[in-house]
């Protein structure tokens, strides 16, 4: 890994803010992880000056000419992936100081290499605490050595490894605090459409931010929408500056029966994953508010497969 200090700035004015909902918190994200090595100032031209072109940002994972400090943006050497942090001020509109009140919506992101997930659907508050604890992503070429195309992966809470409870802990006490605070539910996908990974294609950066946009603005608030079978997601029929056909995963698939399978497929990984959170789970957040838990998970029902009610309280 290589990190560049681009600055003698102050160490405490470099740093990456996370979500703190669980404290009661909210703060803003302060860095850009994972830009491609191709990025385009064209569509990015905010991120790209601010990141990577003002003096005074921590670049990681970039190439730099020892003799002349200047950074080849382009290269892909070290990885596909960079990152970069940067004061909070560089951005001219941010919120100073970054606390603000609680959440209306608290969003979830997944990049889905099967194709089959929509851009965005509304969760109940069991949903979120299911999607939240099986942390379902895709490992895409250059995030990890070895990894050359998408790889489904699924991390407790989105840092399993930093997990100090039992991961339901953490889900009741977020759906606890977005109870308490009529906080929305979202799941937004940010990978694959009209096929999975090799056959379809990525769902375009500006769609995903006309999703957040309508989030944040209430636009979905007040539109239809339709049940996903097997995950029992509620996707939203229409949305301001997507196209709707974009919306309805099965619609871009060519091959409806394969559509099927592969949602069967996926399905079938989360339950799998899920599994290893049971065993002790009741002593952790009571038998009820496990079953309420893995109430937010796919039928399996529905795809012939029956399961056994899971013995919570053994």
């Known amino acids: 890994m290589h990190v560049v200090r681009a600055s003698e700035h102050d160490p405490g004015t470099h740093f990456s803010c996370s979500f703190a909902l669980l404290a009661g918190l909210q703060v803003y994200q302060q860095d850009c992880p994972e830009l491609g090595s191709l990025i385009a100032p064209s569509c990015t031209q905010l991120v790209f000056v601010v990141c990577y072109c003002r003096f005074g940002s921590v670049l990681e994972n970039v190439e730099v000419n020892e003799l002349t400090r200047e950074v080849d943006y382009m290269s892909n050497a070290i990885t596909e992936n960079t990152r970069a942090s940067y004061p909070i001020d560089f ?61 489904a992966t699924f ?29 929305k539910g979202w799941l937004v996908n940010t990978g694959w459409t009209g096929g999975s990974y090799g056959v379809g294609s990525r769902i375009s950066l500006k769609f995903t931010r006309a999703i957040i946009d309508a989030i944040h603005s209430g636009a979905l608030d007040n539109v239809e929408y339709v049940n996903m079978p097997i995950f029992n997601l509620q996707v939203p029929t229409s949305c301001p500056g997507v ?15 394969d559509f099927n399978d592969t949602l ?43 399961v056994l009610s899971w013995h919570l309280c053994g």
């Open 91 to 151: 951005i001219d509109n941010a919120k100073i100081p970054c606390v603000g009140p609680q959440p209306r919506n608290v969003v979830l992101l997944c990049c889905d290499a099967f194709g089959v997930l929509p851009p965005v659907s509304r969760l109940s508050l069991e949903q979120v605490m299911y999607h939240f604890i099986s942390g379902y992503t895709s490992k895409v070429a250059g995030t990890e050595m070895g990894i050359t195309e998408p790889e």
């Open 243 to 257: 196209p709707s056909v974009l919306l309805q995963p099965s619609l871009q698939w060519a091959d409806k029966a």
């Open 264 to 306: 069967s497929q996926l399905a079938t990984l989360f339950v799998g994953s899920f599994r290893s959170y049971l065993e002790d789970a009741a002593m952790h957040v009571g038998a009820e508010m496990a079953e309420r838990i893995l109430s937010g998970g796919p039928d399996m029902r529905q795809v012939g497969i029956w």
């Open 155 to 183: 991390s407790a809470c989105y840092g399993g490894a930093f997990l100090m409870w039992h991961p339901m802990k953490y889900a009741a006490m977020l759906a606890e605090k977005m109870q308490k605070h009529g906080t």
